[in-house]
């Protein structure tokens, strides 16, 4: 959800800078900053589970 908020207001500044906006040029530039510092962490886990001892987890990938 914060991604299409930070890329609505990316969008909309281009927009608005074009037409000589200086403040949606700034909105801009801080919302792709952000975006960029959010991209940074890597990925997310999908999923995650603490295994007991002995316990094991298969991980197939069927291409296609």
Same mark, same amino acid.
């Given at each position: 959800?914060?991604?299409?908020?930070?890329?609505?207001?990316?969008?909309?500044?281009?927009?608005?800078?074009?037409?000589?906006?200086?403040?949606?040029?700034? $909105?801009?530039?801080?919302?792709?900053?952000?975006? !960029?510092?959010?991209? !940074?962490?890597?990925?997310?886990? $999908?999923?995650?589970?603490?295994?007991?001892?002995?316990?094991? $987890?298969?991980? $197939?990938?069927?291409?296609?």
């Amino acid at each position: 959800m914060i991604g299409r908020l930070l890329d609505f207001f990316i969008l909309r500044a281009w927009r608005k800078a074009r037409e000589g906006s200086g403040a949606w040029m700034a $909105v801009g530039a801080a919302a792709w900053l952000w975006r !960029r510092a959010r991209g !940074r962490r890597g990925p997310h886990p $999908v999923w995650t589970e603490e295994l007991g001892p002995g316990q094991s $987890v298969l991980i $197939v990938h069927e291409g296609g």
